[in-house]
């Protein structure tokens, strides 16, 4: 183990790093988002664009991150799109991401006893209120776990950015392997970085998901 090696190559990794979490955040907020309409959609039962969103779901969950880089940074400019590769990493990371958060979000909906639903509206809410104060809050708690394991496993996705030339951190390790076979220091500073990334993220789920089941939610 050379500590030299690291020393020098230190900066390098901290740059990749931080690439890698800000295009994986970018990512999962865009998933986040695509998951939320997607779970309503479901969870309501809109006629058409309830089919459409289950083709994207089988779609998306059914096809590497991979493939559908590749898609995005090579075939859609044949179509006249033009992209970066930090955008095709974030919008491909939205794309996979955005069919699991749907799934996680419907099965928490669909959690929710329908008398929560049925005494809101027996209240005078209407069914928007329902939603927002009664279904959601609970819906959210169930959800914990299983979002907390899609952000960590978007986050571990990133890995793949590298195929589309992006200096992130599995593109650093391989290049200064190629470069100068170093492959125990780089595989090593790989791990640390993916470490301390990615263990705040699970002791923060494991924290809220506690909290929100000693409140009284999610039991």
Do not use: H
Not at 10 to 31: C, D, K
Not at 79 to 97: E, H, K, N, P
Not at 166 to 193: H, N, P, Q, R, W
């Amino acid at each position: 183990m050379s500590w030299e090696f690291i020393r020098q190559y230190l900066p390098l990794y901290e740059q990749a790093a931080w690439l890698t979490l800000r295009l994986g955040l970018m990512g999962i907020a865009l998933a986040v988002g695509i998951g939320l309409a997607c779970a309503a959609v479901q969870y309501e039962r809109v006629p058409v664009l309830r089919r459409i969103v289950g083709a994207y779901i089988e779609l998306s969950r059914n096809t590497p991150l991979l493939i559908q880089l590749f898609f995005i940074y090579y075939g859609l400019p044949k179509l006249g799109i033009r992209t970066d590769a930090a955008a095709c990493g974030v919008a491909g990371l939205a794309f996979l991401g955005g069919s699991y958060m749907a799934e996680t979000f419907r099965s928490g909906l669909e959690a929710v006893d329908t008398v929560q639903t049925e005494s809101a509206l027996s209240l005078g809410m209407t069914r928007m209120q329902a939603m927002r104060y009664v279904i959601l809050p609970q819906a959210a708690s169930v959800s914990v776990p299983a979002f907390m394991a899609n952000v960590i496993f978007l986050l571990k996705e990133t890995s793949v950015f590298s195929a589309v030339s992006l200096m992130d951190l599995m593109f650093t390790a391989k290049d200064l392997i190629g470069l100068y076979s170093k492959t125990t220091e780089s595989l090593f500073l790989l791990v640390v970085f993916y470490l301390i990334i990615l263990l705040p993220v699970s002791l923060l789920g494991s924290l809220l998901e506690r909290r929100l089941r000693y409140a009284g939610f999610g039991a």
